[in-house]
């Protein structure tokens, strides 16, 4: 299973867009990109999966270059209520893989 | 659709006594993971089930074991607890086997005093 690298915590203010990347330098090739965000004393909430360039769905953007080394999980205007920790996951659908995540990037949005 | 139900939502125990964590998953889910989030070590992925049968497991002591049931309720049970077993415990149900669309539980808080 891929190791990956994230930033440990990113400050922003309401409104802007805030972009955490992810880095996965031994990426396989028929690993996955996912990203999952939580907050306090919940479980992770999938926020979107992605292959290679970009997907886009109503909560975030994912983008992923030529060489997938690494991936920017891109959030628009945010709130306060995306103050939370974001995890980036790589992995593929072959047996025997537990699924790791890392430490993720806890993001605080002020006002 | 209901989502993933896990009982007790929060649980205080004594060290060394034992204790039995439920995860009903998503209707139709047939995977199970579980994983113990504190704090210091994150979030540690435990074990994985799929169609009863155990599928993967995490470095954790024989202490922690966990089973799945026809109905694909799952149970993990944490024997001789530890005051470091203290953690919030999350259960993950996706439709199949490997996949990253796992859908969380909001966990069962165990303390262990």
């Known amino acids: 299973l891929a190791k990956t690298t994230q930033p440990i915590s990113m400050d922003s203010y309401e409104g802007q867009e805030v972009n955490i990347t992810c880095s996965h330098n031994?990426?396989?090739?028929?690993?996955?990109i996912t990203w999952y965000q939580q907050f306090p004393s919940q479980g992770p909430r999938f926020i979107i999966q992605?292959?290679?360039t970009k997907v886009t769905n109503e909560v975030a953007s994912l983008f992923i270059p030529a060489d997938r080394k690494s991936s920017t999980l891109s959030l628009p205007r945010v709130s306060l209520s995306d103050t939370a920790v974001y995890y980036c996951l790589v992995g593929g659908d072959t047996g025997g893989f537990k699924t790791i995540f890392g430490a993720g990037t806890r993001l605080f949005v002020k006002a | 659709k209901a989502g993933v139900t896990q009982t007790p939502r929060y649980l205080i125990k004594t060290r060394g006594q034992q204790v039995t964590l439920s995860c009903s998953p998503i209707?139709?889910?047939?995977?199970v993971s579980w994983y113990q989030q504190t704090p210091g070590q994150g979030l540690q992925f435990l074990f994985e089930y799929f169609s009863e049968t155990q599928r993967n497991k995490g470095n954790f002591p024989g202490r922690f074991s966990g089973r799945q049931f026809s109905n694909s309720r799952s149970e993990m049970n944490v024997s001789t607890l530890e005051l470091g077993d203290s953690a919030l415990y999350l259960c993950?149900?996706?439709?199949?086997?490997?996949?990253?669309?796992?859908?969380f539980g909001s966990g069962t808080r165990l303390t262990v005093v």
């Open positions: 992605g292959y290679k």
């Open positions: 209707s139709g889910h047939r995977s």
């Open positions: 031994n990426i396989a090739t028929n690993d996955y």
């Open positions: 993950a149900s996706s439709l199949e086997e490997f996949s990253y669309g796992y859908t």
